[in-house]
């Protein structure tokens, strides 16, 4: 698995730390290991983790780093599920805080215990729902199949800061959905992506409210 791994981050363009590399597969370990008691995901052929799920989060690293450069960010991963891509970011960007929430509770206890196995420090898992938590001031709000575009914004709008956008990790673009968002929610750009290993469309879609400033925002347009 970990030349697997090491091949798909070469044709990411991204260069991870040994120690970061090993976190990723612990935490492959764990979730394997989890998933045979709880279900926390469909896919459990240990190479299809590694492409499926690893690779598919590790794709959006790039583009986040294009965009906010190595500045310490604090990001809310909305409908986390087995934690991604919340604990991918949080190894992948150790300075990034990460919190993770699930409406259930398996899912936010095996993120809570990646977290200290692995020696995680600023990720966190919030076992709620999403509306029900106090306002988080994240920089990015962000999810993977959580909802259609439209109720992801409307459901985590309090959450963001005041340079706060939204990125959302989907499949084909989401032409029908941007056409459902709220007049004051600008989509500003989508990003194709390309998963190693993975013969699938897929996107990650920017948006942010339209009343905000963002003549200062990190990687504004």
Not at 51 to 77: F, K, M, N, W, Y
Not at 93 to 106: F, G, L, M, Q
Not at 162 to 175: F, Y
Request: charged letters at 20%; proline letters at 8%.
């Amino acid at each position: 698995m970990k030349h697997l791994l090491e091949s798909g981050l070469n044709r990411l363009g991204l260069r991870l730390r040994p120690e970061q590399i090993d976190q990723l597969l612990a935490y492959l370990t764990l979730l394997g290991k989890w998933n045979r008691v709880y279900n926390l995901t469909a896919v459990r052929d240990p190479a299809q983790m590694v492409t499926h799920h690893l690779l598919d989060c590790l794709s959006i690293i790039p583009p986040l780093q294009a965009r906010h450069g190595e500045q310490a960010l604090r990001v809310l991963d909305v409908g986390a599920g087995a934690g991604l891509p919340g604990v991918v970011i949080a190894i992948a960007r150790p300075s990034t805080e990460v919190i993770c929430v699930d409406t259930v509770a398996k899912k936010a206890s095996f993120i809570q215990q990646v977290a200290a196995e692995l020696g995680l420090s600023r990720l966190h898992a919030q076992h709620a729902r999403v509306e029900a938590l106090p306002p988080q001031q994240a920089d990015i709000v962000t999810s993977r199949a959580f909802a259609s575009l439209s109720d992801f914004v409307t459901l985590t709008r309090a959450h963001l800061g005041p340079q706060g956008v939204w990125m959302a990790m989907k499949g084909k673009r989401p032409d029908a959905e941007a056409a459902e968002l709220p007049p004051d929610v600008a989509l500003f750009h989508v990003e194709p992506l390309t998963v190693p290993g993975l013969d699938a469309e897929r996107c990650l879609v920017w948006m942010r409210p339209r009343f905000s400033d963002t003549s200062s925002s990190p990687g504004a347009p």
